[in-house]
């Protein structure tokens, strides 16, 4: 049976990702930062299935297919556009941006399909998808050598905890491939799978989890703030345990949200959508931009700022923002749905 309260955690947490894009609020954003990204990995390790072991193809294929070849196709798409949104002031030199020669097509098509990164700026959240993919195959060797020994998965964590400390501190990394936030990554989807092992049901408390969760976590934005991206070697570990900490928090609520009905289909409904938001909320919020420029008889130029108009954001749009990149990525994403049945 379809757990659905995975579901609307991916909702509430890739909403929460559009929200910190809009940079509503410096605590806000910092509170957000601990855990929303970590999310997404631990629920990854959360739905890791034990039956994938006696079969890696089946497991390989379908990460290849949800994370390497979803990063290309678009990937390539936005970069071809990418002089058209030069031309469209999405871009601009003021910003470090310049129109794309032959070479530079080439150049970063070769990166794109090669290493999964060198995404262009509108696509900038797909940092993720390049971690979740790697650190998809280091989470099943993980879990092909502790079989059911949570113990051994106990250590496993302790292990990595150990490594993102050193890569945090030394700098050393695959270039290109494995860097902290792949580390890290393996960490939350451990801690995500090994939850689910123990089988402690500690979302099933809410009135308990969801305060002690956010005290926890407003003590780590004041004492350890951080993000997957770039965390102080002193720091990784209370970040980790604030980012599970999110995590559990997440969950509880959307457990407690679950005999709500208009909250689980829109929740469940945006959760089963995340990977079309995180492709197209950037673009998105350029429809708000567009609109402040004409309100506000802004230079056309400031469309290029990134990701959003930083002083009206804080203004109030932010609101319009997160509305608008949530809400167009759906109905983008339906669009092509329904042209996909047609053909």
């Known amino acids: 049976m379809r757990d659905k309260t995975v579901s609307m955690s991916k909702g509430i947490a890739i909403i929460l990702m559009v929200l910190a894009h809009t940079d509503f609020c410096n605590y806000g954003e910092k509170f957000i930062y601990m855990f929303h990204m970590p999310l997404f990995f631990f629920l990854s390790g959360y739905c890791f299935k034990d039956s994938y072991l006696a079969d890696f193809k089946s497991f390989a294929v379908k990460r290849i297919k949800g994370a390497y070849w979803t990063y290309v196709k ?12 030069f031309h469209l002031n ?24 090669g290493s999964m990164t060198h995404a262009e700026r509108l696509l900038g959240g797909y940092w993720f998808l390049h971690s979740y993919f790697i650190a998809s195959f280091m989470l099943f060797l993980v879990v092909w050598i502790c079989r059911n020994r949570n113990l051994w998965l106990i250590m496993a964590i302790l292990i990595m905890l150990v490594v993102c400390t050193l ?22 989807m451990i801690a995500g799978y090994l939850y689910k092992r123990s089988e402690l049901h500690l979302e099933k408390h809410p009135v308990i989890v969801i305060p002690l969760c956010v005290i926890l976590i407003a003590a780590g934005v004041a004492l350890w703030p951080g993000d997957m991206t770039s965390v102080h070697y002193l720091k990784v570990v209370p970040y980790c345990i604030t980012a599970v900490a999110g995590s559990l928090m997440v969950l509880s609520l959307c457990y407690g949200l679950s005999g709500l009905r208009i909250c689980e289909r829109s929740l469940t409904y945006i959760g089963d959508r995340t990977l079309g938001i995180l492709t197209w909320h950037f673009l998105s919020f350029k429809l708000v931009s567009l609109l402040l420029v004409l309100i506000y008889c802004l230079p056309l130029s400031r469309l290029s700022e990134f990701p959003i108009i930083v002083e009206y954001s804080h203004c109030g749009w932010w609101i319009l923002y997160t509305i608008t990149g949530v809400a167009v990525p759906l109905l983008i994403q339906k669009l092509l749905s329904k042209k996909k049945s047609r053909e």
């Open 74 to 85: 678009w990937g390539i798409v936005f970069l071809a556009l990418h002089n058209v949104f």
């Open 167 to 188: 890569v945090s501190k030394t700098g050393i990394h695959v270039p290109l491939y494995v860097n902290l936030k792949e580390f890290m990554a393996v960490v939350f």
């Open 90 to 113: 999405l871009y601009s030199v003021e910003y470090g941006d310049y129109q794309y020669v032959t070479r530079d097509f080439l150049t970063n098509a070769i990166y794109v399909i």
